[in-house]
């Protein structure tokens, strides 16, 4: 899995990052790997959702893993955030 395939989602409109995987897919990218974290894990979920049932209806997804990472916060005090990767990819 090459660094290019992976799109982090961020605050940015949901069809942004939709756009972003279909263009990858159409340009020849088997898979595609969703990475969020925290108040964007849900962001992450609509992108595949979007991208499986509207634009690349046959689009399957692969593994999904969930984690806790620990962010240091500027008081210098961790803090968990939960962090998600949802794999898409091409039948």
């Known amino acids: 899995m090459s660094e290019e395939n992976v799109v982090y989602i961020g605050n940015k409109p949901v069809m942004n990052y939709v756009l972003a995987v279909v ?3 159409n340009s020849g990218a088997s898979e595609v790997v969703l990475k969020a974290r925290g108040r964007a ?3 992450a ?9 509207r634009f690349i209806t046959e689009a399957g997804i692969g593994n999904i893993d969930i984690s806790t990472e620990e962010i240091l916060s500027n008081e210098g005090s961790t803090t968990n955030v939960s962090a998600i990767e949802i794999e898409l990819s091409k039948e």
Do not use: G, H, L
């Open 23 to 25: 263009t990858q897919m």
């Open 41 to 43: 894990i849900s962001r």
């Open 45 to 53: 979920v609509d992108v595949a959702e979007i991208v499986r049932n």
